[in-house]
């Protein structure tokens, strides 16, 4: 149910995004807090910003808020960078002071159907001046800008200083019913039956106070932390319209199901209000509360920051917090997941392993494979990690291999059987075998020689790749019998690696192989 809730609004947001008034598409840092120069691309209304602490995901967003000038909207500001990142001087001559390089922030982004840019930099002496790209007579776009920390909204600090209210002499407070807007994002979100919200103060102040559906009413002073930070951010965002919302560590004090109820509401909110919507995390419940294209993944090298290619499935789940006691399998496409799926259907048994023991992932591309190896490495996780590549990948797997060295660790690399792909071995095993296979398929087995003869003539004269000639034929061929290609790939796979030999057999021994030594800690 909430699976296909996040979906929906998933499809909702990509569309929307083309029609909204005001986007920033990306932003660009130069020498800034040791970044010497990164662009980060929001490709979804709802980014994640992840990463490692120190990684500038905080730079990065407070970066995107000097873009605006929301002094005509509704208690805005300007924000200029030198609020945001200022620098420490003293006039005394033995007083360390921060350096100030030459600083650029550069931002594309739409505006009122036009797509332009702008340009913060700081020049050698501290200032900051902006740019417009050679537009004469340009302004700063104009937009709300809203920015907190989740954490400084349960700050019982910012609590106390509510208590001047009770003290209130001077003007008369004002007790005020919640928007329902409010009190309905606060209904979804947290695991409180609220009869009402009330807020008490002045124009500048205000306290809050619940009132339960079961009689109980309470101030900010005995909510639980977690509570009044979504309160308070429910309280200050239900209302805008058009707005960059930009909130670090948006997951500070609250369970996981409240994170992802969280960011179910926000993603609502963006759809209805037109709003952009940026977060920080370290959390993976949040991760996967937006799609992939909506997580911006974050990474420290030596003398810059990067953005890494999203982390999908099992790399993400090994860095942000899931189980460290299972198995990491990482394969380049979903044909090779298949296959691995269908060599440990055979050895699962012989091994021990149970379902929840083994994660295997695919999907991020070979050519990024040596950049994870070095990541892993570096977070102490390549013990728990399994590479497996297609049969054409000897080069990658010896740059893995490489990666690996670099940090002083070893990686496990498999490849899988076939020169030109798995495609083309399983294409070969139904060639062989078609009376066999053809049972498994619900076809005769004079049918599926037919397909497979037609097929190998129809592609005879292509001029692709092997490996994409053997792809596409073995798609045709599956998916013109009514099956999926990945289900009919397991499905061979297992049936070789039952067998006294092969190929296949070759690579059976050498994952069991793998797997035991993970079993029992012996390394690689």
Request: aromatic fraction near 6%; glycine fraction near 8%; charged fraction near 25%.
């Amino acid at each position: 149910m909430l699976k296909r809730q996040f979906e929906t609004v998933w499809n909702q947001l990509r569309m929307k995004r083309s029609q909204l008034r005001s986007y920033l598409d990306d932003v660009r840092i130069e020498n800034l807090r040791g970044i010497a120069d990164l662009k980060v691309s929001l490709q979804y209304p709802v980014t994640v910003l992840a990463g490692p602490n120190a990684c500038g995901k905080s730079t990065v967003l407070f970066a995107t808020a000097c873009l605006y000038d929301s002094r005509a909207t509704a208690g805005g500001t300007r924000r200029y960078p030198s609020d945001l990142f200022p620098g420490f001087r003293s006039k005394q001559q033995d007083i360390p002071a921060d350096s100030l390089p030459q600083t650029v922030l550069e931002y594309s982004y739409q505006h009122e159907g036009q797509r332009l840019q702008m340009r913060w930099r700081r020049g050698g002496r501290g200032k900051w001046n902006k740019s417009f790209f050679g537009r004469p007579k340009a302004r700063q776009p104009q937009r709300t800008v809203y920015i907190r920390t989740l954490a400084s909204l349960s700050n019982p600090a910012e609590v106390r200083s509510l208590l001047q209210l009770g003290r209130q002499t001077r003007q008369a407070l004002q007790p005020e019913a919640v928007s329902a807007s409010l009190l309905a994002f606060a209904h979804r979100v947290l695991p409180r039956r609220y009869a009402s919200l009330v807020e008490v103060g002045t124009p500048k102040r205000e306290i809050l106070f619940a009132e339960l559906e079961m009689g109980a009413r309470y101030s900010e002073f005995h909510m639980a932390s977690g509570e009044r930070a979504v309160l308070r951010l429910s309280r200050e965002i239900s209302e805008l319209r058009d707005a960059l919302v930009l909130v670090d560590e948006v997951e500070a004090g609250l369970h996981p199901f409240t994170q992802q109820q969280l960011m179910l509401e926000l993603q609502r909110l963006a759809l209805r209000q037109d709003l952009q919507i940026i977060v920080t995390t370290h959390s993976p419940v949040v991760l996967d509360s937006v799609p992939p294209e909506g997580r911006v993944f974050l990474e420290r090298t030596d003398d810059n920051v990067v953005q890494q290619e999203t982390f999908r499935d099992v790399l993400q789940r090994a860095f942000y917090g899931r189980p460290l006691d299972r198995l990491h399998v990482l394969c380049e496409d979903r044909v090779g997941k298949a296959v691995v799926q269908g060599v440990m259907d055979v050895l699962a048994g012989d091994v021990g392993l149970s379902a929840g023991d083994l994660d295997i992932g695919c999907d991020t591309g070979k050519d990024e494979f040596p950049q994870h190896a070095r990541a892993l490495a570096r977070f102490q996780q390549l013990d728990s990690f399994l590479f497996v590549l297609d049969g054409d990948a000897g080069e990658v797997a010896g740059q893995v291999s490489a990666a690996a060295q670099e940090c002083g660790q070893l990686a496990r690399v498999l490849l899988l059987p076939g020169e030109d792909g798995p495609e083309q071995w399983v294409w070969e095993r139904l060639a062989r075998a078609h009376s066999v296979y053809a049972e498994t398929l619900g076809v005769a087995p004079e049918v599926l020689r037919q397909e497979l003869d037609q097929l190998a003539r129809s592609f005879e004269a292509s001029t692709d790749r092997p490996s994409e000639i053997a792809k596409n034929r073995l798609s045709v061929l599956i998916e013109g019998l009514g099956r999926d290609v990945e289900s009919v790939c397991r499905i061979v796979a297992c049936a070789e690696a039952s067998g006294p030999s092969g190929s296949l057999v070759e690579f059976r021994d050498r994952l069991h192989d793998a797997v035991r030594d993970w079993r029992t800690g012996a390394g690689v």
